[in-house]
């Protein structure tokens, strides 16, 4: 069992050399604390299940630098939490600053009223140009957000599922729609269509 | 109390519907007194009704050329 002792010198070898027994064992020990943390973290559970055997396969690729002075455990869950952060980290890309968050903000006072109401789109929304304004807005989205609005509202996928095909959270795909739509709205509102002829 | 700006952004985001009862009521009464937030509502319906409208004659466009399936089957036997 390799749970809450340091490595010695025989187990390191066993491993290096993936023995079979010695892997299974350091599954079995370790692989659902990890899961179970990583859930704790706040990732969902096929995240955490990722995050889990990604810890297991960097912690066996980088055997030869465990000077043996922590235990497996520690050394397992100091893996997991770079993980963790590099995993928000590549989540936070998608959440920084996109200007089309300004131009919502700007559209209230500090009391959350409308300051610049929507226009009235009525005409466009229900003519047949509508096809061919959502096609031309389509293509001043981010890579991301047409994506996530392509597999949404065109395809109509699930939100579960997209979450899976993206790899994002249910919140980084909301923020994604949220800022494809309002795009898109803001687009089809600056070009003028919602004015009358 | 919910504000204009709660609500245009969850109907931006498009998921009211997923939310419960509850959730659902406050901005219903809302949308029933907002003139402006009840018109992004209705953009928003449109933009969505407008996507599927575009994927459709994406996919009627598809459905007329036939040779489409044909094309692919010939790549895959051919790889």
């Known amino acids: 069992v ?6 010695d010198l025989d187990l390191l070898s066993r491993l290096q050399k993936r023995d079979a027994d010695t892997l299974k064992s350091l599954v079995e020990e370790h692989v659902r604390p990890l899961y179970r943390a990583a859930r704790g973290m706040g990732f969902r559970d096929d995240e955490a299940e990722d995050i889990s055997q990604d810890v297991l396969a960097t912690f066996l690729e980088t055997l030869d630098r465990y000077e043996g002075r922590s235990q497996v455990r520690t050394w397992l869950f100091g893996i997991l939490y770079r993980k963790v952060l590099e995993r928000r980290r590549a989540q936070e890309k998608d959440r920084r600053y996109d200007s ?28 047949k140009e509508l096809g061919a304004a959502i096609t031309d807005c389509l293509e001043g989205l981010p890579a991301a957000q047409r994506s996530v609005f392509v597999f949404r509202e065109m395809e109509e996928i699930e939100t579960p599922e997209i979450c899976k095909i993206l790899d994002i959270s249910v919140t980084n795909l909301n923020v994604l729609m949220f800022r494809a739509r309002s795009r898109l709205r803001e687009c089809i509102e600056a070009r003028g269509w919602g004015k009358p002829k | 109390m919910i504000r204009c700006k709660g609500v245009a952004r969850l109907l931006t985001i498009g998921e009211i519907d997923q939310l419960g009862f509850w959730s659902r009521l406050p901005i219903r009464l809302h949308l029933w007194m907002c003139r402006h937030c009840s018109r992004l509502a209705s953009q928003m319906e449109g933009l969505r009704l407008g996507a599927r409208n575009v994927a459709g ?16 089957l010939r790549k895959l036997d051919s790889g």
């Open chain 2, 57 to 72: 004659s994406m996919n009627k466009e598809e459905m007329g050329d036939k040779s489409l399936e044909e094309r692919v």
């Open chain 1, 2 to 7: 390799v749970d809450t002792t340091t490595i």
């Open chain 1, 100 to 127: 089309i968050d300004e131009v919502f903000e700007s559209r209230f006072d500090e009391h959350g009223h409308w300051t610049k109401p929507p226009a009235d789109l009525q005409r466009i929304m229900e003519s």
